[in-house]
């Protein structure tokens, strides 16, 4: 039932990004893409997410833990899903140099690979890209931020980097659609925070970098 559930979920997302991509209602501008040239081939590019500014929906607390409190646009999850391994989150994303150019869903949860974390960016004047990894625990966020010295209810400060693509490896670039088609490759995603606000939301960035190579 939760596979079935995170799957509706991903193909309504996914309808939505299709159909903005393939049916525009207006022509969108393109906007340069920043990428750099790796040392053993292919390419590099870096999204960017901002924390609070950037987030635009998230599944409740129980769901989401620390990453869910006090953030806007709460989606309740049905109460069967509010203990399971699910957590659904939308944000704008933005390129190397800050620029908003599109926009993105993370959604974790159990699978038949086992506990996966996807993320769906769709950049309109450019196209779609599709990540996916495994091995993120439950509540990695929280529990470095434990370690770091927050408690609950209260404010924090400093700076925390979470990794939450596998400990020494990464993630896979599985699939694409427009300008994205046809490549595959690696990511890695950092939460990297500088605080914790009084109404209990997270501050920092979240960083998506993908090394690609053409099939």
Not at 38 to 47: D, Q, S, Y
Not at 136 to 163: C, I, K, M, P, Y
Request: no cysteine; glycine share 14%.
């Amino acid at each position: 039932m939760k596979i079935v559930f995170l799957l509706a979920i991903l193909a309504g997302f996914g309808g939505t990004l299709a159909g903005a991509h393939f049916l525009p209602w207006v022509t969108h501008e393109r906007l340069p893409s920043h990428t750099s040239v790796v040392a053993n081939g292919g390419r590099a590019e870096k999204f960017l997410i901002r924390l609070p500014a950037d987030r635009l929906s998230v599944t409740d607390g129980l769901a989401g833990g620390i990453r869910s409190i006090g953030a806007r646009g709460v989606m309740a999850l049905p109460a069967q899903f509010a203990s399971e391994s699910l957590r659904v989150e939308h944000f704008k994303v933005r390129d190397a140099e800050g620029s908003v150019i599109g926009v993105a869903a993370r959604h974790w949860g159990t699978t038949t690979e086992g506990l996966t974390t996807t993320w769906s960016i769709l950049i309109p004047s450019r196209g779609a890209l599709l990540l996916s990894a495994a091995g993120e625990a439950r509540g990695a966020v929280d529990r470095a931020l434990q370690n770091a010295g927050h408690r609950a209810g209260s404010e924090w400060s400093g700076e925390l980097a979470v990794t939450l693509t596998p400990t020494g490896g990464t993630g896979r670039v599985t699939s694409g659609g427009g300008e994205f088609d046809d490549l595959a490759g690696s990511y890695t995603e950092t939460w990297t925070l500088t605080g914790v606000i009084d109404s209990g939301e997270l501050r920092g960035t979240i960083e998506l970098n993908t090394v690609t190579n053409r099939l």
